[in-house]
């Protein structure tokens, strides 16, 4: 069976500081790596990961996949209260539409 | 227009009640999906439309039925609902049909009670 672990759980850290949330994948016949952000409702998408050791970026966020390790980690530097959310990682694989979600980073900026 | 669409945004029901949730995206995908997600939980797969056909169903009970009228919407109609099915019903899209999946395009969900 397909599964996704997140690690750590849940963070409290203070705004300016710079946190780094894992990812790890099993998964048959891999495909891509996703990380979304929910705030409140929807989970908004972050970046889609296919390629190893090749860095994604967007603004403060970034993400890269280790395909021989099987995770990835999503960074985020000089953290603000709008960043607070559940960070969820899910992984794909060819031949099926599934989308297998890891059980999120609970992430918790305090001013 | 890069969004999808959920109504109602809340819904209440009794056990005994028929209801439906519906979802709609004018994007041009041909694969919508329904998650369930409960408290503190990651959403949990229920069903995949590809092209319109149902690819998967991840053995959800029959008082889910899901109907996918034409390319753009998604229904999923209830019936007979337990008090655990309260949760957040969450609808998505992706360009990839059958083969895999690209990115997934979620609507705001649809929180549904269940007395």
């Known amino acids: 069976e397909d599964k996704v672990v997140q690690s750590p759980l849940s963070l409290v850290v203070h705004e300016g500081d710079t946190v780094t949330l894992n990812c790890s994948y099993e998964v048959t016949n891999f495909r891509s790596l996703l990380w979304y952000k929910q705030e409140k409702k929807a989970p908004t998408f972050l970046f889609m990961l296919?390629?190893?050791?090749i860095e994604k970026k967007s603004g403060r966020l970034s993400s890269i996949l280790d395909k021989k390790e099987l995770s990835s980690i999503l960074n985020i530097t000089a953290t603000q209260t709008g960043d607070s959310a559940i960070y969820l990682c899910a992984a794909t694989n060819f031949g099926n539409e599934k989308l297998t979600f890891g059980t999120g980073t609970r992430l918790t900026i305090i001013p | 227009d890069t969004e999808v669409t959920q109504t109602p945004k809340h819904l209440v029901m009794g056990m005994t009640n028929k209801k439906s949730l519906k979802c709609e995206q004018h994007?041009?995908?041909?694969?919508m999906y329904w998650y369930k997600q409960k408290a503190k939980k990651p959403p949990e797969l229920m069903f995949v439309?590809?092209?319109?056909?149902?690819?998967i169903n991840e053995s959800v009970p029959s008082r889910f039925s899901p109907e996918c009228p034409n390319s753009s919407l998604l229904n999923l109609h209830l019936h007979a609902l337990q008090p655990e099915d309260s949760a957040l019903y969450l609808c998505a899209s992706s360009r990839a049909g059958v083969g895999g999946t690209g990115e997934l395009f979620f609507g705001e969900g649809s929180r549904l009670t269940v007395l």
């Open positions: 994007m041009g995908h041909r694969a």
């Open positions: 296919t390629s190893s050791g």
């Open positions: 439309y590809s092209y319109e056909k149902l690819s």
